[in-house]
């Protein structure tokens, strides 16, 4: 009897480990896809064009040749544009980059509540996952100013930024989509405001006093308007993006970086609600996550990556406009997030307004 005892403790523990493992092999690591699992489906990809696009769908080769799946590229993201696949009920987009606040304000209706025994998110940063979304990579909003203009007195803060006086000059904003809560936040502070304890009414002041850079301030509408605009030098300080601007002093453009209060940007990877292969989805998102396709992201466009593990191959000047050293992490600003996902609405509307001209 105590043999048979001992045998059948030996098979239960026997059944546990080989749980155990089977558990272990089924839990996802990033980077990793099986081969030939996705051969016959197709993913459509969305972000916002440009170098930073290619460098995704280059970051995700990878998992092309391995899955075998067929990988579109579409965009730019259009929040509208989704919501009215959505609410059709014929969702083509499947994995959508977006910008920082769309997942936290539309978490679960338009954007799906993430699985996360799905993804591994081990080697994401902390702080950096939402409900619905995890980072797509790392950058900033920064202030680039022309030499020739300034030369001995340039700006050295988005206060500068807003004093026309005694920095005189065309200004150039980014008017691509949703407002930047962060610039709103800095106008508000230049208008001699606090960002404490901030209420809507402050939305108003942030925005009057963008307005006050006079009629002549340039409201891009892409990356690549911004960067063509200091390649030709038509804006004497310019609201960029780390990679765009980066694009354009390796073309030759004639800016510096003002990395003070730099806008700490995270673009969000998000699964719509309503996608027809979620598991295909989660596949691919898990694959981006990986260290090999972070770096490859980062060499392509000079985004940091958000594995913490991965070490890009990149020239000087590319390292020079990373966001992740110690320093450039001391200089950053992150905007309130909590603040402008309640206050979403009122200031899309408010800063389509400033857009309008009205």
Same mark, same amino acid.
């Given at each position: 009897?105590?043999?048979?005892?001992?045998?059948?403790?030996?098979?239960?523990?026997?059944?546990?480990?080989? +749980?155990?493992?089977?558990?272990?092999?089924?839990?996802?690591?990033?980077?990793?896809?099986?081969?030939?699992?996705?051969?016959?489906?197709?993913?459509?990809?969305? $972000?916002?064009?440009?170098?930073?696009?290619?460098?995704?769908?280059?970051?995700?080769?990878?998992?092309?040749?391995?899955?075998?799946?067929?990988?579109?590229?579409?965009?730019?993201?259009? @929040?509208?544009?989704?919501?009215?696949?959505?609410?059709?009920?014929?969702?083509?987009?499947?994995?959508?980059?977006?910008?920082?606040?769309?997942?936290?304000?539309?978490?679960?209706?338009?954007?799906?509540?993430?699985?996360?025994? &799905?993804?591994?998110? $081990?080697?994401? =940063?902390?702080?950096? @996952?939402?409900?619905?979304?995890?980072?797509?990579?790392?950058?900033?909003?920064?202030?680039?100013? &022309?030499?020739?203009?300034?030369?001995?007195?340039?700006?050295?803060?988005?206060?500068?930024?807003?004093?026309?006086?005694?920095?005189?000059?065309?200004?150039?904003?980014?008017?691509?989509?949703?407002?930047?809560?962060?610039?709103?936040?800095?106008?508000?502070?230049?208008?001699?405001?606090?960002?404490?304890?901030? &209420?809507?009414?402050?939305i108003d002041r942030g925005i009057?006093?963008?307005?006050?850079?006079?009629?002549?301030?340039?409201?891009?509408?892409?990356?690549?308007?911004?960067?063509?605009?200091?390649?030709?030098?038509?804006?004497?300080?310019?609201?960029?993006?780390?990679?765009?601007?980066?694009?354009? %002093?390796?073309?030759?453009?004639?800016?510096?970086?003002?990395?003070?209060?730099?806008?700490? %940007?995270?673009?969000?990877?998000? @699964?719509?609600?309503?996608?027809?292969?979620?598991e295909a989805a989660y596949a691919?998102?898990?694959?981006?996550?990986?260290?090999?396709?972070?770096?490859?992201?980062?060499?392509?466009?000079?985004?940091?990556?958000?594995?913490?593990?991965?070490?890009?191959?990149?020239?000087?000047? +590319?390292?020079?406009?990373?966001?992740?050293? =110690?320093?450039?992490?001391?200089?950053?600003?992150?905007?309130? @997030?909590?603040?402008?996902?309640?206050?979403y609405e009122a200031a899309q509307?408010?800063?389509?307004?400033?857009?309008?001209?009205?």
């Amino acid at each position: 009897m105590m043999g048979r005892f001992k045998v059948g403790i030996a098979a239960a523990l026997a059944t546990v480990l080989m +749980t155990g493992a089977a558990a272990a092999q089924d839990k996802p690591v990033a980077g990793d896809v099986k081969e030939g699992s996705l051969k016959g489906k197709t993913l459509t990809f969305v $972000s916002y064009g440009g170098i930073y696009q290619d460098g995704q769908i280059a970051a995700l080769k990878g998992f092309v040749d391995k899955s075998g799946v067929t990988l579109l590229s579409d965009g730019p993201t259009e @929040i509208a544009k989704l919501q009215a696949q959505v609410e059709s009920g014929n969702v083509t987009w499947d994995i959508v980059d977006t910008s920082d606040l769309p997942p936290f304000v539309h978490c679960g209706t338009l954007f799906q509540k993430l699985d996360f025994s &799905k993804l591994d998110v $081990s080697k994401v =940063p902390e702080n950096q @996952i939402g409900e619905c979304s995890v980072p797509a990579m790392n950058y900033g909003v920064v202030l680039m100013y &022309k030499n020739e203009t300034y030369k001995d007195n340039p700006p050295k803060s988005w206060k500068d930024f807003f004093d026309t006086e005694n920095f005189p000059g065309v200004r150039a904003i980014d008017g691509s989509g949703d407002p930047t809560g962060a610039l709103i936040e800095q106008g508000l502070i230049a208008d001699g405001g606090s960002i404490e304890n901030m &209420k809507p009414e402050d939305i108003d002041r942030g925005i009057e006093k963008i307005r006050s850079l006079g009629p002549d301030t340039i409201y891009w509408k892409t990356g690549a308007e911004s960067q063509q605009l200091a390649e030709a030098g038509e804006a004497d300080m310019i609201m960029m993006w780390t990679g765009r601007a980066m694009a354009a %002093v390796k073309n030759g453009a004639q800016y510096t970086p003002v990395w003070q209060d730099w806008m700490v %940007v995270m673009d969000q990877m998000t @699964i719509p609600v309503g996608v027809k292969d979620t598991e295909a989805a989660y596949a691919l998102l898990n694959y981006y996550l990986g260290k090999e396709a972070q770096e490859i992201l980062a060499k392509e466009t000079s985004y940091t990556p958000i594995h913490m593990d991965a070490k890009p191959d990149v020239d000087e000047v +590319t390292k020079s406009f990373m966001t992740n050293t =110690p320093e450039r992490i001391a200089q950053g600003y992150q905007q309130n @997030i909590k603040f402008w996902v309640a206050n979403y609405e009122a200031a899309q509307e408010k800063w389509s307004a400033l857009l309008s001209g009205n």
